[in-house]
């Protein structure tokens, strides 16, 4: 019995043949050119199989009628959900806000209302700037007012000498706060 020694690849279609170093019965079972057809063809079929965003995502949410939806799924360290799909990662909040028809713009926060990190409940949301999360966190106390800092100090901090340890613990600040001010990257609108 003679065996054929080509075959049509399942992906892009193109004649391959046999590897001598195959043995037959791989060779029965091959049905791609190489490993990147193959990894292309398994990319479409789990494509296909894929569960629309909003299904997905709503397996991930506990309800309730009269308070938070709660994101049973990854969090990260500060509590907010982490939601993986077609393999990228997203902040949970923010992809409620989209399915709810409210995209959130890039340099914009998924602000709660509720200040509560894990809800996604889409009346709990709405988009903002880090400047208007920032203001309701001072609102609702959730900011430790003896780590604060008034614009005042945070000039002291930029003009004062020593070392980064040494402003720290005469702000009663952690030394990367010091770093963050006197580089620029925080309270840019002092500079």
Not at 14 to 37: I, L, S
Not at 39 to 50: P, Y
Not at 77 to 106: N, Q, T
Request: aromatic share 8%.
């Amino acid at each position: 019995m003679t065996r054929a020694a080509e075959k049509v690849c399942g992906h892009c279609g193109e004649v391959f043949m046999r590897d001598p170093r195959n043995t037959w019965a791989y060779w029965e079972r091959a049905k791609y050119c190489g490993h990147t057809c193959a990894g292309l063809a398994n990319s479409k079929r789990a494509e296909v199989a894929r569960l629309p965003m909003a299904e997905a995502f709503d397996r991930w949410v506990i309800k309730s009628d009269n308070g938070c939806h709660e994101w049973s799924g990854a969090k990260d360290k500060e509590g907010y959900g982490i939601f993986s799909y077609a393999g990228v990662s997203y902040r949970s909040a923010k992809v409620a806000l989209e399915l709810d028809g409210r995209p959130v713009p890039k340099g914009l926060y998924a602000c709660h209302t509720c200040d509560n990190p894990p809800c996604v409940r889409r009346d709990h949301l709405y988009p903002g700037t880090p400047t208007q999360n920032m203001a309701d966190a001072m609102a609702r106390g959730r900011l430790n007012p003896r780590t604060k800092l008034t614009p005042d100090q945070v000039i002291e901090i930029r003009c004062a000498t020593g070392t980064h340890h040494e402003i720290a613990a005469a702000f009663g600040v952690s030394r990367a706060s010091v770093s963050l001010i006197r580089e620029g990257k925080t309270w840019r609108g002092l500079l």
